[in-house]
């Protein structure tokens, strides 16, 4: 074979090669996109989920140790709602600082995953 042969082969079979892996790709990019969408709507689904223990349990332990009952009277309503409070906060500033760039532009995050740092 001659070497213009040999290259116009290995064009053919690349050519062959692309059109078989481009459904592939597409099919790669979009679990990639919807991967990171999802990626943003964790840190918002923990938010809730901390948000919604904090009241359940601010609401459990009044009814437990009576409507009058303060932070000063009992030390563990002080902590747990400490504890929960941070969960809630540092939940909703993840969220906003890179759940919601997920969300709102998951092809950006993508593209980005697929290019060399």
Not at 17 to 23: E, H
Not at 39 to 64: D, R, S, T
Not at 72 to 97: K, S
Request: charged residues 20%.
């Amino acid at each position: 074979m001659e070497t213009k042969e040999t290259i116009d082969y290995a064009i053919l079979k690349l050519g062959e090669l692309g059109d078989a892996l481009t459904p592939t790709a597409q099919k790669g990019w979009d679990i990639l996109v919807r991967q990171h969408i999802i990626m943003g709507i964790v840190p918002w689904a923990c938010f809730l989920f901390f948000g919604c223990a904090l009241y359940f349990l601010q609401k459990g332990l009044k009814k437990q140790l009576g409507s009058d009952v303060s932070i000063e009277d009992n030390p563990a309503w002080l902590i747990l709602t400490i504890l929960f409070g941070v969960g809630v906060i540092g939940t909703f500033m993840y969220g906003v600082i890179d759940g919601l760039p997920q969300m709102l532009n998951p092809e950006y995050y993508a593209i980005k995953e697929l290019l060399p740092k």
